[in-house]
């Protein structure tokens, strides 16, 4: 399983970013896909996913400011993230979970968020 992350850059703080990752299979052979995303000095922690019938779930942090949605037609999650804060700073990883939990990683892409 590859999966092609991109999207992430430099942005001012209230701006937004749109972040993609492409699975080289279908995304219904996955459990879920997602985003987790770790800042400097601290541990990866999960930010949004989606399961295999499309139900979503965020992190309390990013509620009402992310959206995750997946294109099937082009096996591709992607993460809208508006009101974007310093705090959200960090390498965001996309994520596939595969049935009995064995877990696939993208490449991270660094979202920095200026104040």
């Known amino acids: 399983v590859q999966l092609q992350a991109s999207g992430g850059g430099l942005v001012q703080a209230g701006g937004s970013l749109r972040l993609s990752c492409a699975a080289s299979?279908?995304?219904?052979?996955?459990?879920?896909m997602g985003w987790f995303r770790q800042a400097p000095g601290k541990q990866r922690d999960v930010v949004a996913d989606i399961t295999s019938n499309g139900n979503t779930n965020y992190a309390d942090s990013v509620k009402g400011r992310f959206t995750i949605s997946r294109d099937t037609a082009k096996n591709t999650v992607y993460l809208q993230m508006n009101s974007l804060k310093p705090e959200d700073t960090a390498v965001y990883y996309c994520?596939?979970?595969?049935?009995?939990?064995?877990?696939?990683w993208g490449k991270g892409t660094q979202v920095t968020v200026s104040s």
């Open positions: 994520n596939a979970r595969m049935i009995y939990g064995t877990d696939h």
């Open positions: 299979r279908s995304i219904f052979s996955f459990v879920s």
